[in-house]
């Protein structure tokens, strides 16, 4: 099983600066690594699929970059409905996807 | 509009069985696998099960393994999750997901929630 680690598990950042969030494999998942957005109450959603790939509807503001084991989402200048739980996912291996953690984004 | 409708969530006893539904409308269903996801109260996102299109390849979580199967009906539009030998860290909210044909998930449903307790 692949095993998926993010850090840090809680990230403070302040309205208006960016925000980094990481997510780390256990071996290497080539491009194959969403990140996922949620908040209380709410089914998670899809940011960014393929590592880097925007999906529909997501602004501008919210990034992908890595690939193989090392990953980043960065959110460039925060604003008050982006404090929510990040998740990464690998499918890279069908059919055992995996989670991360999470990452909690709170408002400092 | 793509919409995903879980149910079958309840209190169960442990060891006692109970059979999850998602029903889906709003896309193709037969032409994308199908997941289901968990989260235990407080805590993160795990993939439980996963199967393609056809039932022709199927996944399941080492923590379920040999206790759940997933199943789906293209006829009706439906995917399913019978969980046996449920156990007290299998309480968690439930939720149906669409695959996209490249592995993440772009749709969720609400979860049913599932409680095992004597």
């Known amino acids: 099983e692949i095993v998926m680690t993010q850090s840090p598990a809680t990230l403070s950042v302040s309205p208006g600066e960016r925000a980094t969030l990481s997510c780390r494999a256990s071996q290497s998942v080539s491009s194959n690594l969403a990140w996922y957005q949620q908040k209380p109450g709410q089914a998670p959603r899809l940011l960014i699929y393929?590592?880097?790939t925007r999906a529909t509807g997501i602004p501008a503001r919210f990034s992908g970059s890595g690939s193989g084991t090392e990953f980043t989402l960065t959110i460039s200048s925060l604003q008050s409905e982006d404090f929510a739980v990040y998740y990464c996912q690998q499918y890279n291996n069908w059919p055992q996807y995996t989670f991360g953690q999470g990452t909690k984004l709170e408002i400092k | 509009e793509v919409q995903l409708v879980e149910s079958g969530g309840g209190l169960v006893q442990p060891g006692r069985s109970l059979r999850l539904s998602c029903a889906a409308s709003g896309f193709t269903f037969d032409d994308y696998a199908m997941h289901w996801v968990r989260q235990a109260p407080g805590k993160g996102l795990e993939w439980v099960s996963g199967i393609s299109w056809n039932s022709g390849s199927i996944g399941y979580a080492d923590s379920v393994k040999g206790r759940f199967t997933i199943s789906r009906d293209n006829a009706k539009n439906s995917l399913y999750l019978q969980m046996n030998s449920l156990r007290a860290e299998d309480t968690a909210l439930y939720y149906c997901?669409?695959?996209?044909?490249?592995?993440?998930?772009?749709?969720w449903g609400q979860g049913t929630l599932v409680t095992v307790s004597s």
């Open positions: 997901a669409k695959d996209n044909e490249s592995g993440m998930f772009d749709y």
């Open positions: 393929g590592a880097s």
